[in-house]
């Protein structure tokens, strides 16, 4: 007795499943609600990271993560398949296409700043007046600082957000650097 009460569930679940396929058609058009919209992101991502640095990435929070580049250049770079005009300055582009995989380095000089020097316009050119010891590896152009020549001031002028401080708030607060 308890053995029909398991055939007949199953073999009505075997029924349901070809109808499903019948009025499916083809197979490769059922997809989990994980295979969703992210597997057709992933799909049309590309093979290769399109850009050389990134600083504004919009990553999903996947694993492996699909980002996109949001950063605004004057000209995208040639490996960048569909460029289009930025939506806060049309005179600037956006690589719209999406890459697989870690969005890469920042492109700014330094990876952070306690003074910053920037316009005022959205997003900001800055430049970076720390006065460090050795400029970092980024930096184009590395001076010797006018206050004290011992140490280096890297005089880069970067596009983007604005840089992230290098000493907590609560360091500078309590006097300390």
């Given amino acids: 007795m308890g053995m029909k009460r398991c055939v007949v569930p199953s073999i009505l679940l075997m029924l349901a499943l070809q109808a499903a396929l019948l009025v499916a058609g083809d197979v490769d058009a059922i997809l989990l609600p994980s295979q969703g919209q992210g597997a057709h992101e992933a799909a049309m991502a590309a093979k290769k990271r399109p850009w050389k640095c990134c600083d504004q990435a919009v990553c999903t929070r996947s694993i492996p993560p699909i980002c996109r580049c949001m950063d605004q250049v004057f000209e995208c770079p040639s490996t960048c398949k569909a460029c289009g005009p930025s939506v806060g300055d049309p005179s600037r582009r956006v690589c719209q296409d999406q890459y697989v995989g870690d969005p890469g380095p920042?492109?700014?000089p330094w990876d952070c700043c306690d003074?910053?020097?920037?316009?005022?316009s959205n997003?900001?050119?800055?430049?970076?007046?720390?006065?460090?010891?050795?400029?970092a590896p980024t930096?184009?152009?590395c001076l010797p600082s006018r206050s004290r020549p011992?140490?280096?001031?890297?005089?880069?002028?970067y596009f983007g957000p604005f840089p992230p401080a290098c000493t907590p708030s609560e360091?500078?607060?309590?006097?300390g650097n």
Avoid: F
């Fill in 150 to 157: 011992s140490l280096r001031v890297c005089i880069d002028r």
């Fill in 171 to 175: 360091a500078v607060a309590a006097g």
């Fill in 106 to 108: 920042i492109c700014r």
């Fill in 139 to 141: 930096c184009k152009t």
């Fill in 123 to 135: 997003p900001p050119t800055c430049q970076c007046m720390d006065e460090v010891d050795k400029c």
């Fill in 115 to 120: 003074l910053p020097l920037c316009t005022r």
